[in-house]
């Protein structure tokens, strides 16, 4: 059974620092992995999507890492800032059928990220 | 482009009454549909999913059912509400298949009194 872990839960930094979000699953075998934002009471917004075969993914200030093969995945914000305060959550997709390409995703906790002024 | 929403954005209810939870997606056809629910210091659970009108499948046993009577419009209900209901529900939609992200929208906050 896959399991998505993140860690921190909650993390609080000055305004311009570089800062760096872990995720970690237990099934090597994912189809894909997608970073989110969530703002407080709000929906998901998606930030990116690493592919099994690829090895990172880059928008902005944010990139992304994917190593399959230890089961990690980070997120990297560069020079945060104080919008950047949200919880940020990690997904892997888990395929319905072997050898098919539609699944659904597997979400860890978030970690809480504020960004202090 | 694409918009999803959902109604009502709050909603409290008495144990015991019914639910029903709208979604529609706009600017799309045939999208793969989702109902997930984020409890209170665990992460989003995946409820339902849908990859086509009328064809609905369950991850978790519960008292909830889901419906997608067209093809943009998934429903989510329950004919008696438990305590243990309570949450913010999301909805998500996907193109089909491959490595297509999963777009949430703006959920819905479910109190049991």
């Known amino acids: 059974k896959q399991e998505v872990t993140q860690i921190p839960a909650a993390l609080s930094v000055p305004e311009g620092e570089n800062l760096v979000l872990n995720c970690s699953f237990t099934?090597?075998?994912?189809?894909?992995l997608q970073w989110f934002r969530q703002d407080p009471g709000k929906g998901l917004t998606s930030l990116l999507l690493?592919?099994?075969?690829?090895r990172e993914q880059t928008s902005g200030r944010l990139n992304a890492s994917l190593d399959k093969s230890s089961g990690r995945s980070t997120l990297y914000i560069a020079a945060s800032q104080p919008g950047d305060s949200a919880t940020y959550l990690c997904?892997?997709?888990?395929?319905?059928?072997?050898?098919?390409?539609?699944?659904?995703?597997?979400f860890g906790k978030g970690t809480k990220l504020s960004v202090k002024p | 482009s694409q918009t999803i929403h959902q109604w009502p954005a709050t909603l409290v209810q008495p144990v015991g009454s019914p639910l029903s939870l709208e979604c529609t997606v706009e600017?799309?056809?045939?999208?793969?549909l989702y109902w997930y629910r984020q409890a209170a210091g665990r992460g989003l659970q995946l409820l339902f999913y849908?990859?086509?009108?009328?064809?609905i499948s369950s991850e978790v046993p519960q008292n909830l059912s889901a419906s997608r009577p067209q093809d943009r419009q998934f429903i989510l209900s329950s004919k008696k509400l438990l305590l243990s209901d309570s949450g913010f529900y999301l909805c998500?939609?996907?193109?089909?298949?491959?490595?297509?992200?999963?777009?949430f929208g703006d959920g819905t906050r479910l109190s049991i009194l």
């Open positions: 690493i592919q099994s075969s690829q």
């Open positions: 099934d090597s075998a994912i189809y894909n």
């Open positions: 998500a939609w996907s193109w089909a298949g491959g490595n297509q992200p999963q777009h």
């Open positions: 997904a892997v997709k888990r395929l319905w059928n072997y050898g098919g390409s539609q699944g659904n995703l597997i």
């Open positions: 849908s990859v086509g009108i009328g064809q």
């Open positions: 600017g799309t056809s045939n999208p793969n």
